[in-house]
Nanobody, 123 residues
């Protein structure tokens, strides 16, 4: 059974930073794309960032480019999302997800999802 478990969310002031973690288990993820999405209050789920589980290439939404970094962890089956210069517009539930499609940005391409972690940025 595939499991993705996010952690690291919380309350932070504008301009601050948070690091989200996603721990994956239940299958071998060597060729998957790992993505982060978010759903803000009253908004649709939107793409944030994606990387290959094998490492290397990354891709970001324009709204987070230059502020967020997605990376594999040294710990096995862990992917991180480093978030800097946070603004209230970044307030959302953040989800990690796994896909067999290379560098996918559509939620429909992702078969596996975590339960989400809340990030709240105060002004």
């Amino acid at each position: 059974q595939v499991q993705l478990v996010e952690s690291g969310g919380g309350l932070v002031q504008a301009g601050g930073s948070l690091r989200l973690s996603c721990a994956a288990s239940g299958r071998k993820f060597s060729n998957d794309g790992m993505g982060w999405f978010r759903r803000g209050p009253g908004k649709e789920r939107e793409f944030v960032a994606v990387t290959r589980w094998s490492g290397g290439t990354t891709y970001y939404a324009d709204s987070v480019k230059g502020r967020f970094t997605i990376a594999r962890g040294s710990a096995r089956n862990t992917v991180y999302l480093e978030m800097n210069k946070l603004t209230p517009e970044d307030t959302a539930v953040y989800y990690c997800a796994a896909t067999g499609q290379d560098m996918a940005t559509s939620p429909a391409a992702y078969a596996y999802w975590g339960q989400g972690t809340q990030v709240t940025v105060s002004s």
